[in-house]
Structures are given as C-alpha cells and as structure tokens.
Nanobody, 120 residues
Framework: VQLQASGGGLVQAGGSLRLSCAASGSFFSIYTMAWHRQAPGKQRELVASITSGGRTNYTDSVKGRFTVSRDSAKNTVLLQMNSLKPEDTAVYYC???????????????WGQGTQVTVSS
C-alpha cells in the first residue's frame, strides 16, 4: 500500500495550508488514517487521526486550528491547517493502517514526508 502526500510549502504565521494524502495499491480496507510530524531535533509526534467511522483525535497543540477529514471512496485523508504558527514547522507524514484482505494480514504504511514551513 502506497501513500502519496502533497500540499506542503512555505506560509507566513497566521496562514493556512491543506495537506492531502492518497492511498493506492491492493487492500481490503483502511481503518485509521493519520498525520504525524517531525521537527528538527524532535521526535515524530501524532498530529491528528481519523478512523473509518469518522472519529477524530488531535494533539493538544493543534486543537481548534487543524481539521482532519477523509474521503473513504477515494482513500484520501486531508489535513486543513489554519492559524499556522512557526512551531508548526516540520516534515509532515501521513500514515494508514488496514487489512490486505477480508481475513488477511494487517498493514501499516507511511507516506513520504512533506515539508511545512511557517515563517514568523
């Protein structure tokens, strides 16, 4: 299962960006799709996730500013980032887990990172 992320870039503080990640390949279903980020010198952290049932979870620092959504028909997860701050600067990675076949193995895949830079 391959994940292709896009949408990063450079934005001024207070601005907005939208990240997109599409899953492709052969699989039966995707359970959770998520965005993680890693800033220089820091550990990777979970930013937001969304289950197949639509349940969302956010790290405290982005609550009220970021919105995660998914289009299950297109196997795509989006991250709308508003009111961006310099501390949001990081490489953002999408992640998905699911099952290859109805009773088959579970997979977990990662996309390539996309750089988000917020200038002050």
């Amino acid at each position: 299962v391959q994940l292709q992320a896009s949408g990063g870039g450079l934005v001024q503080a207070g601005g907005s960006l939208r990240l997109s990640c599409a899953a492709s390949g052969s699989f039966f279903s995707i359970y959770t799709m998520a965005w993680h980020r890693q800033a220089p010198g820091k550990q990777r952290e979970l930013v937001a996730s969304i289950t197949s049932g639509g349940r969302t979870n956010y790290t405290d620092s982005v609550k009220g500013r970021f919105t995660v959504s998914r289009d299950s028909a297109k196997n795509t997860v989006l991250l709308q980032m508003n009111s961006l701050k310099p501390e949001d600067t990081a490489v953002y990675y999408c992640n998905a887990d699911g099952r290859y076949s109805i009773y088959g193995r579970i997979f977990e895949s990662w996309g390539q990172g996309t750089q988000v830079t917020v200038s002050s």
